[in-house]
């Protein structure tokens, strides 16, 4: 007896492939084995995303990711294959349902003081517009961040001619408090280049890290002027102490900030989340203030394929969510698919640590 099954043939249609019996429980096992391997599936396919920032606005999930492609440029430590060129945005109404792609909401060409790379962005809203926060190099190979705004969530979003004067590095999030006021966090160390800022100007050739006994290189937050467009007050340290008060250490891979920040606030406490970089944790840290100081809680998700590791929460109908990324399409470290999975709190307000696979 053969049996058919339907494949997706280069011309675009289903074409019926005819097996044995023994090849088809085969193919049939394999396929469960690849799709039990992944506790979560990727939200799209037809175009490689990472890095999603997703937020609640006008009732509606709105995801904003980086746009992997494959520009053909060689891995390094610096990140340079990660070259994208624009963003797209996406919605669902529920985490687990339908996402549409809004199409390009900001390209490259379209950004006057931006030379390349289009990393992690982040978005707001605020007087009834919404802003798109975006590291990009400038034309000299620096990293800064930039805004672009738009009347509606999905864009398209028209940039600024320069960057945010007093910006520099990567992986923009933008918290907004309860009292309405947002702050910015920035920062990323190696390819986001912040080690080039210790001395408070940036030092082109100058990769060094702290000594590991010194404080390790910390994440920025400044607050946000009312018109979402520059900084109200100069950066400051963000500041992660151990249980007993202690700064950590530049030598804690474990523990320390390396990249991509996301702040959230649960039952008064703010959550500052970040990525440890080359122990390839989302780890996460609380405090009582947007500034900080926060101290070091735990892991939120475990390393995922790939290196790198990203990440945003949000609530919907009293249920968390994190939304992440990891490489399960390509299998490369530069070609990334988004997902989502759900996040849960104990009762003492710690967050129960997620492992994708
Ligand atoms: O997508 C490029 C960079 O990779 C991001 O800015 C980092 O957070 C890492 O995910």
């Given at each position: 007896?053969?049996?058919?099954?339907?494949?997706?043939?280069k011309?675009?249609?289903?074409?019926?492939?005819?097996?044995?019996?023994?090849?088809?429980?085969?193919?049939l096992?394999?396929?469960?084995?690849?799709?039990?391997?992944?506790?979560?599936q990727?939200?799209?396919?037809?175009?490689?995303t990472?890095?999603?920032?997703a937020?609640?606005?006008?009732?509606k999930?709105?995801?904003?990711?980086?746009?992997?492609?494959?520009?053909?440029?060689?891995?390094?430590?610096?990140?340079s294959?990660?070259?994208?060129?624009?963003?797209?945005?996406?919605?669902?109404?529920?985490?687990?349902?339908?996402?549409?792609?809004?199409?390009v909401a900001?390209?490259?060409a379209?950004?006057?003081?931006?030379?390349?790379?289009?990393?992690?962005?982040?978005?707001?809203?605020?007087?009834g517009?919404y802003?798109?926060?975006?590291?990009?190099?400038?034309k000299?190979?620096?990293?800064?961040?930039g805004?672009?705004?738009?009347?509606?969530?999905?864009?398209?979003f028209?940039?600024?001619?320069?960057?945010?004067?007093?910006?520099?590095?990567?992986?923009p999030?933008?918290?907004?408090?309860?009292?309405?006021?947002?702050?910015?966090?920035?920062?990323?160390?190696?390819?986001g280049?912040?080690q080039?800022?210790?001395?408070?100007?940036y030092?082109?050739?100058?990769?060094?890290?702290?000594?590991?006994?010194?404080?390790?290189l910390?994440?920025?937050v400044?607050?946000?002027?009312?018109?979402?467009?520059v900084?109200?007050?100069?950066?400051?340290?963000?500041?992660?102490?151990?249980?007993?008060?202690?700064?950590?250490?530049?030598?804690?891979?474990?523990?320390r900030?390396?990249?991509?920040?996301?702040?959230?606030?649960?039952?008064?406490?703010?959550?500052?989340?970040?990525?440890?970089?080359d122990?390839?944790?989302?780890a996460?840290?609380?405090?009582?203030?947007?500034y900080?100081?926060?101290?070091?809680?735990?892991?939120?998700?475990?390393?995922?394929?790939?290196?790198?590791?990203?990440?945003s929460?949000?609530?919907?109908?009293?249920?968390?969510?994190l939304?992440?990324?990891?490489?399960?399409?390509?299998?490369?470290?530069h070609?990334?698919?988004?997902?989502?999975?759900?996040?849960?709190?104990?009762?003492?307000?710690?967050i129960?640590?997620?492992t994708?696979?």
């Amino acid at each position: 007896m053969q049996k058919v099954l339907l494949s997706w043939s280069k011309n675009r249609k289903f074409s019926p492939l005819i097996y044995k019996p023994r090849t088809m429980k085969k193919i049939l096992v394999l396929a469960l084995m690849s799709f039990g391997a992944f506790a979560q599936q990727p939200l799209v396919s037809h175009l490689y995303t990472a890095d999603p920032s997703a937020h609640l606005f006008q009732g509606k999930i709105y995801i904003y990711p980086s746009h992997d492609i494959d520009a053909g440029v060689k891995e390094d430590d610096m990140g340079s294959h990660f070259a994208m060129n624009d963003y797209h945005v996406f919605s669902q109404t529920t985490p687990a349902g339908p996402v549409t792609d809004h199409g390009v909401a900001l390209k490259l060409a379209d950004v006057p003081w931006a030379g390349k790379m289009l990393w992690a962005p982040d978005a707001a809203e605020a007087n009834g517009q919404y802003y798109l926060y975006f590291p990009a190099k400038d034309k000299e190979g620096v990293f800064r961040i930039g805004v672009a705004s738009s009347a509606k969530p999905e864009g398209p979003f028209k940039a600024e001619a320069n960057y945010i004067p007093g910006t520099y590095s990567i992986d923009p999030c933008v918290f907004k408090d309860h009292d309405g006021s947002h702050y910015m966090y920035f920062g990323g160390i190696w390819g986001g280049q912040l080690q080039r800022w210790k001395m408070g100007h940036y030092m082109a050739n100058d990769d060094s890290q702290p000594a590991n006994e010194q404080p390790a290189l910390m994440a920025k937050v400044a607050k946000l002027d009312k018109n979402m467009k520059v900084l109200a007050q100069n950066p400051r340290d963000v500041q992660i102490l151990d249980a007993s008060g202690k700064i950590l250490l530049s030598s804690d891979h474990d523990r320390r900030f390396f990249e991509a920040v996301f702040v959230h606030q649960y039952q008064g406490k703010y959550y500052f989340s970040y990525s440890t970089g080359d122990t390839h944790n989302i780890a996460y840290a609380t405090g009582t203030s947007p500034y900080g100081p926060f101290t070091y809680q735990g892991v939120i998700l475990k390393p995922v394929k790939g290196w790198t590791n990203h990440h945003s929460i949000i609530e919907q109908n009293g249920k968390w969510y994190l939304y992440f990324h990891d490489v399960q399409l390509s299998g490369k470290t530069h070609l990334r698919n988004i997902k989502v999975t759900e996040l849960k709190y104990r009762p003492d307000g710690s967050i129960e640590t997620i492992t994708a696979y």
